[in-house]
């Protein structure tokens, strides 16, 4: 009878030494999993723990491209996987490239903060635009873009103002318009505004419309020693398209790190309007007037 007394008491000593060695195991291994999960992590080279931040990238096209970080390959993305994200990144600058065969390379520099995923979008410009001709007249000077009227207007060394008949691709004389290239374009569907002069370039931003990578309402993104010609909000995406010197220019918005600036179109003295709604620009290059679609 003593015996089996003495085998019960030690088997709930066992037991309870057991209980209390698991509970400090347990606190032990949980405090560097919810670290872990929390997004600390140790860096052996400063020998301190941080906390990691993450980056989204995405670009236009979505296909085909190849996403770099930190002259690391980490994606290249197909029809199934478009887009990245990368997290458990060590807060601070990161150098982030995005490239597609026959587009010109997108680049930036971003801050990645503790506990926060940065958001990146990436815009590539094609290296050889498909452009297609409408039509051929050496008189012809200004190309306008009248919203009111949803068509294409143009004017010729004369003054005689034209509209494009845009189901024969030819030019309809028509009554003299009184008005001038106007300074500024609204975006109401995004909440924002475009105002340029000769040499800059602003966007105004509605503060309910701000967008993520923005902190102030207003934001100049353009200035240049060459005459502007023509600006325009790209359709869809966060840039600008401005026409100044020899070519047509797409200027990002997001202005982190470093603003991509890439043509789009190189000629003589280029300008141009867009038809927002078929994504398509008009662009009027030395009496030549061709289309490129937009995408």
């Not at 990578?213 to 600006?231: C, N």
């Not at 038809?275 to 679609?293: F, Q, W």
């Amino acid at each position: 009878m003593l015996s089996i007394l003495n085998v019960f008491i030690m088997t709930y000593r066992t037991r309870r030494l057991l209980f209390w060695l698991c509970i400090v195991f347990f606190a032990f291994a949980a405090i560097p999993l919810i670290l872990y999960a929390s997004g600390w992590r140790f860096v052996w080279k400063e020998k301190t723990l941080v906390r990691t931040g993450g980056l989204f990238i995405a670009s236009f096209p979505s296909t085909e491209t190849k996403i770099f970080v930190d002259d690391t390959l980490r994606k290249e993305t197909s029809l199934i996987s478009r887009s990245l994200f990368l997290g458990q990144l060590s807060p601070g600058i990161h150098q982030v490239r995005v490239a597609r065969e026959g587009y010109h390379e997108w680049s930036k520099t971003i801050f990645v903060e503790p506990e926060l995923v940065a958001e990146l979008r990436a815009i590539l410009v094609p290296q050889v635009p498909q452009a297609y001709q409408v039509l051929r007249d050496t008189s012809l000077t200004t190309v306008f873009y009248a919203s009111k009227e949803e068509t294409i207007v143009l004017q010729d060394t004369s003054k005689q103002w034209y509209r494009l008949d845009r189901e024969s691709q030819t030019l309809v004389p028509m009554r003299p318009l009184n008005i001038l290239p106007e300074k500024s374009e609204e975006d109401t569907r995004r909440g924002r505004r475009l105002s340029w002069d000769t040499h800059e370039v602003w966007v105004y931003w509605n503060d309910q419309y701000l967008p993520h990578y923005q902190t102030f309402e207003a934001q100049q993104i353009l200035q240049t020693p060459y005459d502007i010609r023509s600006v325009a909000f790209y359709p869809r995406r966060e840039a600008v398209l401005v026409a100044l010197s020899n070519a047509v220019m797409v200027v990002e918005l997001d202005g982190r790190g470093r603003r991509n600036i890439t043509p789009l179109y190189k000629g003589k003295e280029p300008s141009f309007a867009v038809d927002a709604s078929a994504r398509v620009m008009y662009i009027l290059d030395d009496g030549t007037l061709i289309h490129i679609p937009l995408q």
